[in-house]
């Protein structure tokens, strides 16, 4: 059965060219993320930080109930645990109330909960999609299979979006590991203003490219069989592509809220695999290269390549405070060896790392200096920068970074610092080191990635 047509986009907000002319500096604010033009600080957002599902879940939950138009959820697991039961009960409930849900999850991270979403969700009356499912065996030797939907993102008629780290299951559940008493440490944020323009574009277009995937040939039959099939066409393309300019949209949306909202400016960054490949990885080392105080980063999968470290090396040895925090309760053995047969060089050139302890750690956060701060579901590996679908938040304001170091602080108060590197120098470390790397490169080449890392 060919997916739901979602509704039609809002009109879009009045032409900047309409905002006052001494507005042009706000407009087009510089910053070393903004590469070719892809992502843009916009101003007059309201960003608020929200620590683990215990803050955010209720925030979703009040958002969508609140819905008018439409709901847009994307998800690398939407697991069936009481927790996320809640969501899919918010979800189901604004359907009935003539909301338009959609929700997409991807197939690899939610597989084994499929079953249960299809019963709640689609029997209420919710759009589900699934990216890439893995309903196959023979799936997995699919290149394109690595390549997952790692968003965590929810936009509620295009005025409240969420944004983060935190997938809809129970921080105290691990889907290895099982349930324990304190949560993960993990983060998002929730956002109004020009920037939920953004989001809902790209949770729509990952909506329509699972939907469209998964029954594709009714599509097309439809779309011959259809009275008006040039405009469908046009709909259907439309549904499909990313916004050709993050540029043109922040513009657009700036003129709201100059005056309106507080002046907090913010970002949307995504990682694709067509024209923003390493979006959040520049943005990460424009930050740090451009950092004079101190630069704070958390992060539970770390292995990042050559021009990251370069610049976390550099940057300590100019004398900015270079602080990792990473995980010291392990989930995955090789995801902690990678990160530990890099403690060495860091270390070396003053930079400190502290594993954390109490809990898994799970937050992809960054506090740089005294105003720049990003949330987001993208880890500091290849994983995250070369190959899945990310969306990290940027925020410059001395306020919202400094709520985040805060957290930060507390969670580093709560860890061990690594004085000694686990992995030392010598052959032994060598090979481990070169193991490392051997085995990123083939994952890489296998993905369809060339070039080095």
């Given amino acids: 059965m060919s997916p739901a047509l979602p509704p039609p986009r809002q009109p879009a907000p009045p032409s900047p060219a309409d905002a006052p002319a001494g507005d042009a500096d706000t407009r087009r604010d510089a910053d070393p993320a903004d590469r070719g033009g892809h992502a843009r600080l916009s101003g007059g957002n309201q960003v608020r930080l929200l620590a683990g599902g215990d803050e955010l879940f209720p925030a979703m939950c009040l958002a969508i109930a609140g819905a008018r138009h439409q709901v847009w959820l994307a998800t690398y697991i939407f697991h069936d645990d009481a927790a996320a039961q809640a969501i899919a009960e918010a979800l189901v409930e604004a359907a009935r109330r003539g909301v338009w849900v959609g929700v997409v999850v991807d197939g690899f991270g939610s597989k084994a909960s499929l079953p249960v979403l299809h019963r709640w969700l689609q029997n209420g009356g919710v759009n589900l999609a699934v990216f890439r499912p893995v309903d196959r065996w023979w799936r997995l030797l699919q290149p394109g299979q690595l390549r997952r939907l790692h968003h965590k993102l929810c936009v509620v008629d295009g005025e409240v979006g969420f944004v983060g780290g935190i997938?809809?299951?129970?921080?105290?559940?691990?889907?290895?590991?099982?349930w324990s008493d304190r949560p993960r440490l993990d983060f998002a944020v929730q956002l109004q203003g020009p920037v939920v323009a953004l989001v809902e574009q790209t949770a729509r277009a990952l909506w329509s490219r699972a939907a469209l995937g998964a029954d594709w040939r009714d599509e097309v039959q439809q779309l011959w069989r259809s009275a008006e099939p040039l405009a469908r066409a046009r709909r259907i393309a439309g549904r499909l592509r990313l916004p050709r300019s993050e540029r043109q949209a922040a513009d657009a949306a700036d003129a709201l809220a100059q005056a309106a909202l507080p002046p907090m400016r913010a970002m949307l960054l995504v990682r694709d695999n067509l024209r923003r490949r390493r979006a959040i990885e520049l943005a990460y080392i424009d930050a740090i290269r451009s950092a004079s105080r101190r630069v704070d980063i958390v992060c539970p999968y770390f292995y990042p390549g050559q021009r990251f470290r370069r610049a976390l090396r550099q940057a300590a040895q100019r004398g900015v405070h270079v602080r990792l925090l990473l995980q010291?309760?392990?989930?995955?053995?090789?995801?902690?060896?990678?990160?530990q047969v890099l403690y060495d060089e860091l270390l070396a050139v003053g930079v400190q790392v502290f594993e954390y302890t109490p809990a898994f750690l799970h937050a992809k956060v960054a506090v740089v200096d005294d105003d720049w701060a990003?949330?987001?579901?993208?880890?500091?590996?290849?994983?995250?920068?070369?190959?899945n679908l990310e969306a990290n938040v940027v925020v410059r304001d001395a306020g919202f970074?400094?709520?985040?170091?805060?957290r930060f602080e507390a969670a580093v108060a709560a860890s061990r610092e690594v004085v000694r590197p686990p992995v030392s120098r010598g052959g032994w470390s060598m090979l481990r080191r070169g193991?490392?790397?051997?085995?990123?490169?083939?994952?890489l080449r296998l993905a369809g990635m060339s070039g080095r890392y």
């Fill in 167 to 178: 997938n809809v299951i129970d921080d105290r559940n691990d889907l290895n590991h099982g």
């Fill in 328 to 339: 010291g309760k392990v989930d995955y053995r090789f995801a902690a060896l990678a990160a």
């Fill in 374 to 387: 990003t949330v987001g579901s993208s880890n500091i590996d290849p994983l995250s920068l070369l190959l």
């Fill in 401 to 406: 970074a400094g709520d985040l170091a805060l």
């Fill in 435 to 443: 193991f490392v790397a051997w085995t990123a490169h083939w994952f």
